[in-house]
């Protein structure tokens, strides 16, 4: 299983990126697919995430200005970030759970930092 991130970078306050995580090696279509974000010091917060079948959860913190999507056709997902601020500061990873065996797959990150 590879799940490779792509799109971080620096934005300023009140900008946007579009982060992309491409799968292989699962049957993607099948996977809930999801987004986590760590701060230095901090725990490690979930962001989005997407089921198999299309349904969506935010966290709090980013409801209203994240959108995660999938493309089964790419076995990609996206995590859409518009309005950003200087919180959301954070490396993102990627991670997917195989649904029978519970064992979890994570990306090696990709760097936003959001500064003026």
């Known amino acids: 299983v590879q799940l490779v991130e792509s799109g971080g970078g620096l934005v300023q306050p009140g900008g946007s990126l579009r982060l992309s995580c491409a799968a292989s090696g699962i049957s993607f279509s099948l996977y809930t697919m999801g987004w986590y974000r760590r701060v230095p010091g901090k725990e490690r917060e979930l962001v989005a995430s997407?089921?198999?079948?299309?349904?969506?959860n935010y966290a709090d913190s980013v409801k209203g200005r994240f959108t995660i999507s999938r493309d089964n056709a790419k076995n990609t997902v996206f995590l859409q970030m518009s309005s950003l601020k200087p919180d959301d500061t954070a490396v993102y990873y990627c991670?997917?759970?195989?649904?029978?065996?519970?064992?979890?797959?994570w990306g090696q990150g990709t760097q936003v930092t959001v500064s003026s």
């Open positions: 997407i089921t198999s079948g299309g349904s969506t």
């Open positions: 991670t997917t759970q195989n649904p029978k065996t519970r064992a979890t797959y």
